[in-house]
């Protein structure tokens, strides 16, 4: 296997690693952030934790297509 193959699969690893990690940490935040603010102006209701929950899970597919995309215009440019 070539040394560019090696360094493409890494790169792509990489990039699923941070998808996972950008998510979860987005949908923690999201999820203390949203139950922290639910106690102040809803009386211990969750509608503003899922509602974050699900903006976090929409930031890290937002971040991943983002960094898929310039990983593919830069291997087009190496091309």
């Known amino acids: 296997m070539p040394a560019k193959d090696h360094k493409t699969v890494f790169l792509i690893f990489n990039m699923i690693v941070?998808?996972?990690?950008?998510?979860?940490?987005?949908?923690?935040l999201?999820?203390?952030l949203?139950?922290?603010l639910d106690g102040i102006l809803f009386n211990n209701k969750v509608i503003l934790m899922y509602?974050?929950?699900?903006?976090?899970v929409f930031a890290g597919l937002r971040n991943f297509i983002i960094r898929a995309l310039k990983y593919v215009k830069?291997?087009?440019n190496e091309k």
């Not at 941070?18 to 923690?28: D, H, L, N, R």
């Open 51 to 56: 509602i974050l929950i699900i903006l976090g």
């Open 30 to 32: 999201g999820y203390f």
């Open 18 to 28: 941070q998808f996972f990690y950008e998510t979860f940490f987005a949908m923690a």
């Open 34 to 36: 949203g139950k922290w």
């Open 74 to 76: 830069e291997e087009d």
